[in-house]
């Protein structure tokens, strides 16, 4: 140890000087992203209050959230948000499960991966809804094939991510596992597991997104709930609210299943330089 | 003792990378291997590692035949390599596994008090300087007690100052247990000031051309008449290696790392 690094060395940089600081920011930045939206919501309320539009075809705030409270009241809201929810659970969960498994066969043997990706990237290419009719053959026009075009669109952003991560681990940190004569699991577990761990994160959070843009396209598709069917019966009833409810609905779940994802791996994650937050603040 | 005989090898691409190397290496000896690039010195350090297979010749460590990585041998990298999910210690620790835990901390805090990051145990890897963490894997390579740590250019991507103290670092580790050093490099003074024997060697295909012993009592003078000439020995071996012109070195001041790679 030198002198000049010892002296240069900044303070131990545990996190805990800097945390008010950057959660004052991140309130900062919070707000600042509440502007636009706040902003055009009041406008736009104030146009219909002021009588400069009848505000039908597009309602004001106060109309949606009186939309929302009305269908949370009666129970309905609750029925179709779980309906959507289990089907986006379940799909989910099987996505991930296939994913995982074959982007891991995939990224960790060639000979598997020259047999199935070739394959798997022509399915991909294939537009998701095209799936609906032969889902609907096989499988019967109820939760099953729903759940079954769920899972396909979480299926493939997983796979790529998993096979990806694996194929782009270091090879320089895998050597450092065989020279200190790790086994074959060893090696799984404490160099590859925990380096594909950001993009396999990654990879949920964008297959997650895909299955609530699919869950959508199945309940429009034909659903007798679920937020989807709340969205075509406010078109067949004309009621824009119930809607433009049902769309807040789900940018409140989505964001929120999206959030959780977030929250739940932060901790697998704090070794990483903190890029994000450095970005956010700059 | 780490004998190499006849060790040779080819890469599947056909590179004839390392032709009959052999050398006997004594119980705590420092070998500095130097050379210009693409002479082999990294397949000769990675087949002794068991990272790869010589693919002619024998490499045996106290009668063991070294075909994978073993026990007694370890590496340190050019660049650290250190996990980035781990913390300092826990990197530190990656190789103990069949200690016990108390073991394994007491070892732990010992070698990073060796190194002087002490108080450095809980960080990230991303948090350290170069210098801090090709430490750090100094640290990490040195707690197993390996017989043979081999060395790959460990402080080349570090400026000279930082080198300078991480050489005189080493030679302090080394002196606790003595294990053997190899440790390959491209800088002059760094071979004269650390090694026993240097080992100079020649490209295509890569094979041994002069050893030169050194016989400077430590701690050595950088500044001394007798460093000077054996970093002028050097340097020579090194131009003769290569087949160029010897440029008459006898009155010209020797610059440090020379040109000549
Ligand atoms: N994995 C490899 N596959 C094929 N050729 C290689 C490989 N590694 C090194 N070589 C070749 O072998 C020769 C010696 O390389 P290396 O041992 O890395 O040299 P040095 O470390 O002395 O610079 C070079 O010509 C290099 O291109
Ligand atoms: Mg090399």
Redesign the pocket.
Known sequence: MTAVEMTLAPAPSIDLPTQPRSRARHLRSLLLGLVLPVGLGAAWELAVHLGWSDGRLVPPPSVIFATLWELARTGELWTHTQATVLRVAAGFALGVVAGTLVGAIAGYSSLSRRVLDPTLQALRSIPSIAWVPLFILWFGIFEASKVALIAVGVFFPVYLGVMGAILSVDRKIVEVGRAFRLSGPALVRRILLPAVLPSYIVSLRSGLGLGWMFVVAAELLGASEGLGYLLMDGQQLGKPAQIVAAIVAFAIIGKTTDWLIEVATAPLLRWQDAYGQQAGEA | MLALDQVGKT???G?N?LERFSASIKPGEIIAVI?G????????LRAIAGLDRASRGTITLDGDIITAPHPKIGIIFQEPRLLPWLSVADNVAFGLDGLSKQERTARVTEALKRVGLADKAGVWPRELSGGQAQRVAIARALVPRPEVLLLDEPFSALDAFTRRDLQDHLLDLWADSRPTLIL?THDVDEAVVLADRIVVMRPRP?RLFEEIPVFLSRPRDRASALFEDLKRRVLTSLDQSLDRAVPDRQDKPVSGEAMWW
Do not use: E, I
Request: some cysteine; overall charge positive; hydrophobic content about 25%.
């Open positions: 890469y599947p691409n590179v990378a050379g690039s693409g002479c082999g010195k990294s397949t000769l390959v890569g």
